[in-house]
């Protein structure tokens, strides 16, 4: 995917446009080291020359930015891939076209657009998030950068939160 497109998830996206969505947020990657593949004219992977004589492809999630409100204050968060496929219940890539159980015609991309569609569309359960913060200040300690990385999601399962989290 080109990086200048991006795709823009929000409580105004419909579950069918979430779920023509999944097949772009995803992408075959070296299955050692995550970086994203290219295909030549014949659309064949091109190696991964870092990882040689390794070759095999993976399929992930690509890494996305997850705003976070709480209805007074908005913070983005960057995620990872990993984090992408524990959000949504650790459906793996790979089974996003395979049918949850026959014969029944739902398939796990299904289920991940509407996880998706229940976590922007709000009004939902309430979530626990763990959270690294990076802030660079200038010399009167004004914030000149802030970046925050999700380290873990906790779905309300009520089962209680990590205690550090409190």
Known sequence: MPAAQKIALNARSSLRSIFSSLPDIVYAGCAKCGLELETDKNKIYK????????????????????????????????????????????????????????????????????LIHSLVAGGGAPCAVKAQSLFVLDENSCPLQQEFSLLDFYPDSGKPVPSALL
């Open 47 to 114: 190696q991964c020359y870092s990882c040689l004589p390794f070759t095999m492809k993976k399929l992930y999630y690509r890494p996305a930015v997850m705003t976070i409100a709480d209805g007074i204050y908005k913070v983005c968060i960057h995620v990872g891939s990993k984090l992408i496929e524990k959000i949504l219940l650790n459906i793996s890539p790979d089974w996003l076209n395979r049918v949850v159980a026959p014969p029944s015609e739902i398939t796990y991309a299904m289920v991940a657009a509407d």
